[in-house]
């Protein structure tokens, strides 16, 4: 993954987890493993432990510790209401900021279309 995309991702990881979230309540290594699935294939579990933590802490989930046949308790994660609503303001943003930087990369792709 180059710097330019770890970078973007920084930015919106925590939006695209809440939404994983969304769908179906999950565990660090299952979070993980569906990123990987869509395609992030270069996320490491420490990023998305880390990133859980952060919004554990700012509320956006509720956490259930439920037994593993392995090891300790697994925390599974659930999105709460003040997730949904962060959820929500997320898309919001998303599609505010890819409509214009799809209508300034049209522009510069076809700027004779300009004034047509």
């Given at each position: ?16 987890v ?74 919001g ?24």
């Amino acid at each position: 993954m180059s710097k330019q995309m770890t970078e973007m991702l920084k930015g919106t990881l925590e939006g695209i987890v809440l939404a994983i979230l969304a769908v179906q309540p999950a565990y660090g290594y299952e979070i993980t493993a569906r990123l990987r699935e869509q395609g992030f294939s270069d996320i490491v579990e420490g990023t998305v432990y880390a990133l859980l933590v952060r919004i554990e802490q700012r509320g956006f989930v509720d956490v259930a510790k439920v037994p593993s046949e392995k090891g300790p308790p697994r925390k599974v994660y659930s999105l709460n209401a003040q997730g949904s609503a962060y959820l929500e303001e997320f898309w919001g943003s998303w599609s505010f900021l890819a409509e214009r930087i799809e209508q300034l990369h049209h522009h510069i792709e076809h700027p004779q279309e300009e004034g047509e």
